[in-house]
């Protein structure tokens, strides 16, 4: 349950740090961007799997690359589903912020999280 907030956390953050630099990219608030994180999340856990193994075979041909446009598309039916609080304008930039969102997921878990786990342990 912890690692899951903690996830969700990191999104958060990394969504805001996204709408606070590309003009294509609004985010209303921070509980905005708390909401889109969990929707965000959920679709990764439900959607995702089937997406996924729906596109198999182009996401081989691609050598992975595919689920970039995966990551794009959930990314844009969040947008939809938030309403005014979060707009993306296209898909042009859901697939840069995806791109980068993922980017930033992956050093805020690598550099941050990981570190305070093992200092916790450590602890122990």
Do not use: C, Q
């Not at 997406?51 to 041909?61: F, M, Q």
């Not at 993306?88 to 930039?93: H, L, S, W």
């Not at 786990?117 to 122990?124: T, V």
């Amino acid at each position: 349950m912890k690692s899951w907030l903690a996830s969700l956390l990191i999104n958060t953050i990394a969504l805001m740090v996204v709408a606070g630099y590309f003009d294509g990219f609004h985010i209303e608030n921070i509980s905005a961007a708390l909401l889109a994180s969990v929707l965000l999340s959920l679709f990764n856990v439900f959607l995702k799997p089937i997406l996924v193994l729906l596109t198999l075979p182009v996401t081989i041909i691609s050598l992975g690359l595919f689920l970039i446009v995966i990551n794009a598309a959930l990314l844009s039916l969040t947008a939809e589903l938030m309403g005014d609080s979060f707009n993306i304008d296209g898909f042009g930039m859901a697939l840069l912020s995806a791109i980068i969102i993922s980017l930033l997921n992956m050093f805020l878990t690598n550099f941050i999280l990981e570190p305070l786990k093992k200092r916790k342990k450590k602890r122990k």
